[in-house]
């Protein structure tokens, strides 16, 4: 499956990437293009689709809004 890619947006000192959401098959290949943004928080705003440890072994800590709030998931 062909995935878009992903967007960055910067707004004064932030910026935001836009990216799929991936599964546990696509997770090395999303985990290398959130370093390469040099991505330090991951907020996931859609059901969890992949575990979440290997990206926060990486250093990305991984925040969600499903479940009533940040960094329930």
């Known amino acids: 499956m062909n995935r878009p890619a992903a967007v960055e947006i910067s707004y004064d000192c ?11 098959s ?12 040099e991505v330090n928080t991951l907020v996931r705003v859609c059901e ?6 290997p990206v926060e072994k990486e250093g990305i800590q991984v925040l ?5 709030g940040f960094g329930l998931n």
Do not use: Q, V
């Not at 932030?14 to 546990?24: A, E, R, S, V």
């Not at 969890?48 to 440890?53: G, I």
């Not at 969600?64 to 009533?68: A, E, F, N, V």
């Open 64 to 68: 969600s809004t499903c479940s009533g």
């Open 48 to 53: 969890a689709t992949y575990d979440k440890a």
């Open 14 to 24: 932030m910026k935001f990437l836009i990216t799929h959401n991936p599964t546990n």
């Open 26 to 37: 696509t997770l090395n290949k999303f985990t290398e293009e959130l370093k390469k943004f």
